[in-house]
């Protein structure tokens, strides 16, 4: 079965950081990379950081130097280690795996909120 699960969202200060988990089960389209997701109300959701099965990295330059992505291929889970958090990174943060050559799994989203 196909399903992504993430977590480790919440609330946070600014300047403080946070860890979103993907738990990834089913197969992955390895050639293309796969990634986290940003959406705020009213607006179209973003990439912020991608991975390829190579571990290539790409970041948007919002969070470039602050954000890290990472992957665990034995435990199958994906990660977005961000650190001095803005109140700019409030969104609801979403994985984002390749399933073949046009399609794509997405997670329910987890909610980062950063006060300031």
């Known amino acids: 079965q196909e399903q992504l699960v993430e977590s480790g969202g919440g609330l946070v200060q600014a300047g403080g950081s946070l860890r979103l988990s993907c738990a990834i089960s089913g197969s992955i389209f390895s050639i293309r990379a796969m990634g986290w997701y940003r959406q705020v109300p009213g607006k179209q959701r973003e990439s912020v950081a991608t991975?390829?099965?190579?571990?290539?990295?790409n970041y948007s330059d919002s969070v470039k130097g602050r954000f890290t992505i990472s992957r665990d291929n034995a435990k199958n889970t994906m990660y977005l280690q961000m650190n001095s958090l803005k109140p700019e990174d409030t969104g609801r943060y979403y994985c984002?795996?390749?399933?073949?050559?046009?399609?794509?799994?997405w997670g329910q989203g987890t909610q980062v909120t950063v006060s300031s």
């Open positions: 991975i390829t099965s190579g571990d290539k990295t």
């Open positions: 984002k795996v390749p399933r073949g050559w046009s399609t794509d799994s």
